[in-house]
């Protein structure tokens, strides 16, 4: 009988111990699933969000902008000196090595639009860039949407935000 409430009492401290770890390991995700929005859909430009045209994806929804806001400040447009071409280029490049599949690139209007993956469960996830000339160089906008789920977990905003970092590079 001692015997026997000792395996009890062992494999429930296992068990409690590899709770705790779980739990240790996905605070931060628990923690954005609990302060972050339920949005699934991220754009720096909340007024016109850039629209994706190789592929039939909705427009941005209106009811998220406020949402956004409030979760991710901020996200914004980001302003480079350099002129849409050769932030064209950087953008295609730093997108090629994020990893993301481009399935359309119009350097014309200054559009990328790709499928971007990500890393623990292999989400396929949508991704346009717009580029926009500006006196002072060009103006980058992005939106990142996710395929599945009404939460993303604060995936795309850091997506959006990895992305922008490399950019500046």
């Known amino acids: 009988m001692a015997g026997r409430s000792a395996a009890t009492y062992g494999v ?15 605070a931060p995700m628990l923690q954005t699933l609990i302060t972050k929005p339920s949005i699934n859909d991220i754009t720096t430009d909340l ?18 902008a406020d949402k956004q806001r409030e979760g991710y400040p901020e996200i914004a447009p980001l302003i480079l000196p ?10 295609t490049d730093v997108a090629i090595d994020l990893g993301w599949r481009i399935r359309h690139a119009e350097p014309q209007s200054g559009r990328i639009e790709a ?14 860039v717009r580029l926009r000339p500006q006196e002072s160089g ?3 906008d992005i939106r990142s949407r996710s395929r599945i789920g009404r939460h993303d977990l604060g995936t795309n905003a850091r997506r959006i935000r990895e992305f922008f970092k490399r950019l500046q590079r």
């Open 12 to 26: 429930l401290c296992i068990l409690v111990g590899a709770l705790l770890a779980l739990a240790y390991v996905n």
């Open 138 to 140: 060009t103006r980058v």
């Open 47 to 64: 007024l016109d969000p850039p629209k994706f045209i190789s592929t039939d994806i909705p427009a941005y929804p209106a009811a998220f």
């Open 82 to 91: 350099d002129a849409p071409d050769a932030v064209f280029r950087r953008a």
């Open 115 to 128: 499928v971007a993956t990500t890393s623990f469960l292999r989400f396929k996830d949508d991704v346009v």
